[in-house]
């Protein structure tokens, strides 16, 4: 059994179908498979584009596993594979490649060259005889409105972390290694672990109050983050930088999962380091107070 798609953000229209599929791999007594694509083919033909994605091929991995998808292959998304028509891509990847007996797709679903595959060109190689093919309508919002990766990138793009959670099912956060910084932090008493975060879709510039989770630990942590460009030292492409509470541990090179909650104000310059430091001071009082609500709110 196989389902195919981009899956970008695992969003609640994903899951829908990764359901329903995993409901036919069971009835057949069959393994559920997911194709996806690296990179993202966005990526590829605009290799230009504003960061995008919701999801990196780590994180989807995590989240297939958790939905119950036993086999994730992870087709690279290549100049000779672009070429490739939709009768193609059937041939080469699903018969001969994956042989897929059963797949499972969206109902608006397209692939291969100029994106001319559709359900239509996988029907008529189901009734070819080479595979059972199962189209899946897109599951909607209460609202009525089908689910969407663009519509979740927008609302990110605007620091609306809890309605983006409501289209995805799960609180969004990144998720890159520690990287060594200039450690100007550390000299000004709030030391950060630094992220290096290029792909992701582009929230505001400016302060955060976050939760956290370090590789190898179950808990998250509280902190408060700065991501953007530092005004006042102007570097060249934007950063994530938390300040964890309460925590003096070497974590260099580990994953770090951040969740942002809120954004608290946007970037700032400031006259000199005395007036950054007391308000970095600030902005860990007001970090504290929002997730102390959020949990309040949660409880």
Known sequence: MLAIGNFDGVHRGHRALIGQARALAATLQAPLGVITFEPHPRRFFQPAAEPFRLTLLPMKQRLMAELGVEHLFDVPFDRQLSLLTGEEFIDRILVQRLKARLVAVGENFVFGRDRSGTVRTLDAAAA?????????????????????????????????????????????????????????????????????????????????????????????????????????????????????????????????????????????????????????KEDCIAAKAVLKSIRRSFA
Not at 158 to 167: I, T
Not at 237 to 261: A, M, R
Request: charged share 15%.
């Open 128 to 280: 070819a005889g080479k595979f059972k093919l199962s189209v899946m309508p897109s599951a909607l919002s209460p609202q009525g409105q089908a689910y969407s990766s663009t519509a979740i990138r927008e609302l990110l793009q605007q620091g609306q972390f809890f309605a983006a959670e409501e289209l995805l099912g799960w609180s969004w956060q990144i998720e890159a290694p520690v990287v060594s910084g200039d450690k100007r932090g550390r000299t000004l008493g709030y030391p950060t672990a630094n992220q290096n975060v290029p792909e992701y879709v582009r929230i505001p510039y400016g302060i955060y109050a976050v939760r956290l989770r370090i590789e190898g630990e179950t808990v998250w942590r509280d902190g408060v983050a700065n991501f953007g460009i530092r005004p006042m030292f102007q570097i060249a492409q934007p950063i994530f930088e938390t300040f964890i509470f309460d925590f003096s541990g070497d974590i260099y090179g580990k994953n770090l999962c951040v969740q942002p909650l809120q954004h608290l104000r946007p970037e700032m310059s400031f006259p000199n380091i005395a007036a950054l430091t007391a308000q970095m």
